[in-house]
């Protein structure tokens, strides 16, 4: 089975500043139709999770610009350019290559200074 | 706009059963595969089961080892996901999530299994 894993899992972030999370796959997530099948995902607070990325850096509708995704393979990075005060939440990925055994990670929960 | 509504949750004894819904609006249901994601009180997010667009293809986590059934009504755009031989460590939210990239989700539904 794969094996998520993301760092940090806690960040503390003054709003303005750049944030960024990492997702690491016991197994490669790349596809060979050229596609990463790792996604990420936001839970804020009180809330189900809402999908933010697709596919490694495909922003998924209505997520602000400020959010992209990149990285291939094992290694994938969520970056937040400016931090938000309604970016706080707990942010997952989550491997969709070797179905149907979807995995996520442990999530980082990112909160505001 | 797409909507995806459990319910069916609630408090349950040791070795009980229920019987979860998930009804769907705002897309043509029989087009995607669906899946059910659980959460413990203040833990992450776990995979359940899957299921594909016909429901011929169906998918459970290895840790459930046959406790949990996943079906699905086309006809009426609606999940389910019967539960049985519960213990306090399925006490969780049960959401619903739309597709291979599980685009959207319902607000889920808390099961609590205790005594």
């Known amino acids: 089975d794969i094996v998520m894993t993301q760092s940090p899992l806690s960040l503390s972030v003054t709003p303005g500043e750049p944030a960024s999370i990492s997702c690491r796959s016991s197994?490669?997530?790349?596809?060979?139709?050229?596609?990463?099948?790792l996604h990420w995902y936001l839970q804020k607070p009180g809330q189900s999770p809402q999908l933010l990325i697709f596919?490694?850096?495909n922003r998924a509708s209505g997520v602000p610009d400020r959010f992209s995704g990149s990285g291939s393979g094992t290694d994938f990075t969520l970056t937040i350019s400016s931090v938000e005060a309604e970016d706080v939440g707990i942010y997952y990925c989550m491997q969709a290559l070797q179905t149907p055994q979807i995995a996520f990670g442990p999530g980082t929960k990112v909160e505001i200074k | 706009e797409v909507h995806l509504e459990e319910s069916g949750g609630g408090l349950v004894k040791p070795g009980g059963s229920l019987r979860l819904s998930c009804a769907v609006s705002g897309f043509t249901f029989s087009n995607y595969s669906m899946n059910w994601v659980r959460q413990a009180p203040g833990k992450g997010l776990e995979w359940v089961s899957s299921i594909s667009a016909t429901g011929s293809y169906i998918f459970y986590a290895d840790s459930l080892k046959g406790r949990f059934t996943i079906s699905r009504d086309n006809a009426k755009d609606s999940l389910y996901l019967h539960l049985t031989s519960l213990r306090g460590d399925d006490t969780a939210v049960y959401y619903c999530?739309?597709?291979?990239?599980?685009?959207?989700w319902g607000r889920g539904t808390l099961v609590t299994v205790s005594s």
């Open positions: 999530a739309r597709g291979r990239s599980l685009d959207h």
């Open positions: 596919l490694g850096s």
């Open positions: 197994l490669s997530l790349l596809h060979k139709n050229g596609d990463n099948y």
